[in-house]
C-alpha cells in the first residue's frame, strides 16, 4: 500500500460519507517508488498504490516524479490540475515508455469510475489528508476552473522538463541555477522535442512601460507607479475580475513551489512586482484588492517558509532556501519599499494596514529581515493611539 496514513480517529460511518461524497483520482500502473503529490501531500508509491480518495470538491494540484527501480533517483517533476465535484472520478493510467500518467478512453474511465463508485478499488486507495487541506485552501482559495482553463498549457501537464528557454537563458538568478542544475544532474534528464515545448498560457506583464507620445517626466511617472497598468491589465485580460488575477497569482506560485516550474516562478515574480510597484491604487482605487493581495502574499510566504512539510518519503516538495530570500533579494526591497508607504500613509483602509503589519511581522521573524521606516529612523514612534499614526479608515 502507499505511505498515505489512514484518516486519525474516524468511526467508519464518516469515514464512508467521505469516501462516497469526496472525489477520487485512480492512478493505474503506477511504479512502485513514484513520488505521487496532491496539494500540500507527498508521498511514496507502495506496491498495492491505485490513486487517492476522500479528495475535497474543488481546485487540486497533482504531481509526480518517477524513480529509478531502487528509489533513489527521481525524474523532474510533472504535474497538472484538477477541478473535481462531489462524487466525481478520475482516471490517469501510467505510461511505461512515456515514464507519465495519460488519459484513458471515456468509456474507460466510465467502467472504472463505477468501480471505484462500488468500493471495488478501496483498500487500494489512500485518503486525502483532511488536516492538510485547510493549509491548501489558504494556498489556492482564488484558483477555480476558469483560472486553469486559461493558464494550463495544452494537454494539462507542466513540467519545467518541458519549457522552452532554460538551458539557454544567459543570466540566471539563484532560483533558476538550482531548477537548471537540478534537470541537467537527473539521469532522468529528458530530451524533449520542440513539439513538446508547452508553455501556460501566463498574462504578459510587461517591465518597463512604453507608450505612445508620452515622453519624459510623465513616462518616468508611468513607470515609478504602474497604477495605470494594473488598471489596464485588469481590464484587458481579466475581464475587471480582481479574483482571476489573483488565482493566476496562486496558480503560478503552486507550479512553482510543488511543480518546480521556473516558468511559474518568473510569472509570480512579475506579479508579485507589478503589485508592488503601484503607489496610488493601494490607497484610492484597489484597496480591497491589495488587502486580498498581501493576504495571499503572507500565507504563500508562511506555507514556503516552513521548515519541514510533512510528508512520508524524507524529501522536501519545495525549493525554496534562505539564499533565495536574502536581504538583497528583489522581495526584501520590494517588501522595505511598500511597508513604508503603508505604514507611513497618513490615511489607509484598516484591513489593509493590519495585514501588511502582519506580512512584515512574518518575515522578520523568519528571515530575521530588519524594515525601518523613515519615522523610525528619524526618531519618531507612535502607537496606533499617537496623534502622528496613521487615519485607519474602517
Given at each position: 500500500m502507499s505511505s498515505i496514513p489512514p484518516p486519525a480517529e474516524m468511526d467508519p460511518e464518516t469515514a464512508l460519507q467521505l469516501v462516497?461524497?469526496?472525489?477520487?483520482?485512480?492512478?493505474?500502473?503506477?511504479?512502485?517508488?513514484?513520488?505521487?503529490?496532491?496539494?500540500?501531500?507527498?508521498?511514496?508509491?507502495?506496491?498495492?498504490?491505485?490513486?487517492?480518495?476522500?479528495?475535497?470538491?474543488?481546485?487540486?494540484?497533482?504531481?509526480?516524479?518517477?524513480?529509478?527501480?531502487?528509489?533513489?533517483?527521481?525524474?523532474?517533476?510533472?504535474?497538472?490540475?484538477?477541478?473535481?465535484?462531489?462524487?466525481?472520478?478520475?482516471?490517469?493510467?501510467?505510461?511505461?515508455?512515456e515514464e507519465r500518467l495519460v488519459k484513458i478512453s471515456e468509456e474507460e474511465e466510465q467502467r472504472f469510475g463505477e468501480a471505484v463508485r462500488q468500493l471495488e478499488f478501496?483498500?487500494?486507495?489512500?485518503?486525502?489528508?483532511?488536516?492538510?487541506?485547510?493549509?491548501?485552501?489558504?494556498?489556492?482559495?482564488?484558483?477555480?476552473?476558469?483560472?486553469?482553463?486559461?493558464?494550463?498549457?495544452?494537454?494539462?501537464?507542466?513540467?519545467?522538463?518541458?519549457?522552452?528557454?532554460?538551458?539557454?537563458?544567459?543570466?540566471?538568478?539563484?532560483?533558476?541555477?538550482?531548477?537548471?542544475?537540478?534537470?541537467?544532474?537527473?539521469?532522468?534528464?529528458?530530451?524533449?522535442?520542440?513539439?513538446?515545448?508547452?508553455?501556460?498560457?501566463?498574462?504578459?506583464?510587461?517591465?518597463?512601460?512604453?507608450?505612445?507620445?508620452?515622453?519624459?517626466?510623465?513616462?518616468?511617472?508611468?513607470?515609478?507607479?504602474?497604477?495605470?497598468?494594473?488598471?489596464?491589465?485588469?481590464?484587458?485580460?481579466?475581464?475587471?475580475?480582481?479574483?482571476?488575477?489573483?488565482?493566476?497569482?496562486?496558480?503560478?506560485?503552486?507550479?512553482?513551489?510543488?511543480?518546480?516550474?521556473?516558468?511559474?516562478?518568473?510569472?509570480?515574480?512579475?506579479l508579485v512586482n507589478l503589485f508592488f510597484e503601484c503607489t496610488e491604487a493601494p490607497f484610492c482605487t484597489r484597496s480591497q484588492l491589495y488587502t486580498k493581495f498581501i493576504k495571499v502574499l503572507y500565507h504563500q510566504l508562511k506555507f514556503g517558509l516552513e521548515k519541514d512539510h510533512s510528508n512520508d518519503t524524507g524529501q522536501t516538495s519545495t525549493i525554496l532556501d534562505e539564499s533565495w530570500f536574502s536581504a538583497d533579494s528583489f522581495l526584501y526591497h520590494l517588501c522595505k519599499d511598500f511597508f513604508s508607504l503603508v505604514l507611513e500613509a497618513p490615511v489607509v483602509d484598516g484591513d489593509l494596514l493590519t495585514w501588511t503589519r502582519k506580512l512584515k511581522e512574518l518575515l522578520e521573524n523568519s528571515l530575521d529581515w530588519k524594515f525601518q521606516n523613515n519615522a523610525a529612523s528619524d526618531g519618531i514612534s507612535f502607537d496606533e493611539d499617537d496623534e502622528f499614526a496613521p487615519v485607519v479608515v474602517d
Amino acid at each position: 500500500m502507499s505511505s498515505i496514513p489512514p484518516p486519525a480517529e474516524m468511526d467508519p460511518e464518516t469515514a464512508l460519507q467521505l469516501v462516497k461524497h469526496g472525489a477520487t483520482i485512480l492512478l493505474l500502473d503506477v511504479p512502485q517508488y513514484t513520488l505521487i503529490g496532491i496539494d500540500t501531500q507527498m508521498f511514496s508509491v507502495g506496491p498495492s498504490f491505485k490513486g487517492i480518495k476522500m479528495i475535497p470538491p474543488g481546485s487540486h494540484f497533482l504531481y509526480y516524479s518517477s524513480s529509478s527501480r531502487e528509489g533513489r533517483e527521481f525524474s523532474p517533476i510533472t504535474g497538472f490540475f484538477v477541478d473535481v465535484g462531489s462524487s466525481e472520478v478520475i482516471v490517469r493510467k501510467w505510461d511505461q515508455r512515456e515514464e507519465r500518467l495519460v488519459k484513458i478512453s471515456e468509456e474507460e474511465e466510465q467502467r472504472f469510475g463505477e468501480a471505484v463508485r462500488q468500493l471495488e478499488f478501496d483498500r487500494q486507495l489512500g485518503p486525502y489528508n483532511l488536516g492538510q487541506y485547510g493549509e491548501w485552501k489558504r494556498i489556492s482559495n482564488h484558483i477555480n476552473c476558469t483560472t486553469i482553463k486559461r493558464l494550463e498549457p495544452i494537454g494539462g501537464d507542466i513540467s519545467v522538463a518541458c519549457e522552452p528557454g532554460i538551458s539557454q537563458s544567459t543570466s540566471k538568478s539563484a532560483i533558476e541555477k538550482v531548477l537548471d542544475d537540478q534537470l541537467k544532474a537527473s539521469k532522468f534528464a529528458m530530451h524533449v522535442d520542440s513539439s513538446q515545448r508547452r508553455k501556460c498560457y501566463y498574462t504578459e506583464i510587461p517591465h518597463v512601460i512604453k507608450q505612445r507620445g508620452v515622453h519624459g517626466q510623465e513616462l518616468t511617472n508611468l513607470n515609478l507607479d504602474k497604477t495605470l497598468l494594473l488598471e489596464k491589465l485588469l481590464k484587458k485580460d481579466f475581464g475587471g475580475s480582481e479574483d482571476l488575477l489573483l488565482g493566476e497569482l496562486q496558480f503560478a506560485f503552486v507550479v512553482f513551489l510543488m511543480g518546480q516550474s521556473l516558468e511559474g516562478f518568473l510569472q509570480w515574480k512579475s506579479l508579485v512586482n507589478l503589485f508592488f510597484e503601484c503607489t496610488e491604487a493601494p490607497f484610492c482605487t484597489r484597496s480591497q484588492l491589495y488587502t486580498k493581495f498581501i493576504k495571499v502574499l503572507y500565507h504563500q510566504l508562511k506555507f514556503g517558509l516552513e521548515k519541514d512539510h510533512s510528508n512520508d518519503t524524507g524529501q522536501t516538495s519545495t525549493i525554496l532556501d534562505e539564499s533565495w530570500f536574502s536581504a538583497d533579494s528583489f522581495l526584501y526591497h520590494l517588501c522595505k519599499d511598500f511597508f513604508s508607504l503603508v505604514l507611513e500613509a497618513p490615511v489607509v483602509d484598516g484591513d489593509l494596514l493590519t495585514w501588511t503589519r502582519k506580512l512584515k511581522e512574518l518575515l522578520e521573524n523568519s528571515l530575521d529581515w530588519k524594515f525601518q521606516n523613515n519615522a523610525a529612523s528619524d526618531g519618531i514612534s507612535f502607537d496606533e493611539d499617537d496623534e502622528f499614526a496613521p487615519v485607519v479608515v474602517d
